[in-house]
């Protein structure tokens, strides 16, 4: 099984500020690498898929860069919607699975 | 504008039977370009994959993460434009989030880029 590891598991940051999370697979995935935003209460939403491209609708502020085993998601300059919880996830194998997740709190 | 909306019990009790509904609205769950999945987070932990349905054809088909093959069923109702999940014998570790959500295939399996705001289910003894 691919194991995927998410880096941080928090941070805390303040509106205005480059933001960086990072996955790391356990073996190469090629861009099957994709980015989720989660906030309680509400569903999921989808920012990046294949590895770099941005969802339609979702702030350019977002980008996601890596190939092969390690993945960053950069918020170039958060805004204060953006505290949320954001878990990558791979579909390099027929059952796919997730990022331990990464809260992001206001400083 | 593609929605999706799970129904169900809130509370379930130990060994029964899970039934989860998902309606899909401005859209066809019939659309063979897209997966039918059901996702889970227990409190405080990772989020998991549960299964997925989708046509082939005139029929479904299923896949199942292995550790809940044997307690899962996932259908299709085209009828009713809606997906279902039984996940039997529960237990205290089964309480979580359940979210449905439609799935783009991108190498092996999918993303997922329309979610369900989740339901929230727990198993009491």
């Known amino acids: 099984d691919i194991l995927i590891t998410q880096s941080p598991s928090s941070l805390s940051a303040s509106v205005g500020d480059r933001v960086t999370i990072t996955c790391r697979a356990s073996q190469r995935i090629s861009n099957y690498l994709h980015w989720y935003q989660g906030k309680p209460g509400k569903a999921p939403k989808l920012l990046i898929y294949g590895a770099s491209s941005l969802q339609s609708g979702v702030p350019s502020r977002f980008s996601g860069s890596g190939s092969g085993t390690d993945f960053t998601l950069t918020i170039s300059s958060l805004q204060p919607e953006d505290f949320a919880t954001y878990y990558c996830q791979h579909t390099y194998n027929i059952a796919p699975t997730f990022g331990q997740g990464t809260q992001l709190e206001i400083k | 504008q593609v929605q999706l909306q799970e129904s169900g019990p809130g509370l379930v009790k130990s060994s029964q039977t899970l039934s989860l509904t998902c309606s899909v609205s401005?859209?066809?769950?019939?659309?063979?370009?897209?997966?039918w999945t059901w996702i889970r987070q227990p409190a405080g932990k990772e989020v998991e994959w549960i299964g997925r349905?989708?046509?082939?054809?005139?029929?479904?088909?299923?896949h199942y993460n292995p550790s809940l093959k044997s307690r899962l069923s996932i259908s299709l109702d085209t009828s009713k434009n809606q997906f279902s999940l039984k996940l039997s014998s529960m237990t205290a570790a089964d309480t979580a989030v359940y979210f449905c959500?439609?799935?783009?295939?991108?190498?092996?399996?999918?993303?997922?880029?329309?979610w369900g705001q989740g339901i929230s289910v727990t198993v009491s003894s």
């Open positions: 959500a439609r799935g783009i295939r991108y190498g092996s399996s999918e993303f997922f880029d329309i």
């Open positions: 401005g859209g066809s769950v019939n659309s063979g370009t897209y997966y």
């Open positions: 349905v989708y046509t082939t054809g005139s029929t479904g088909s299923t």
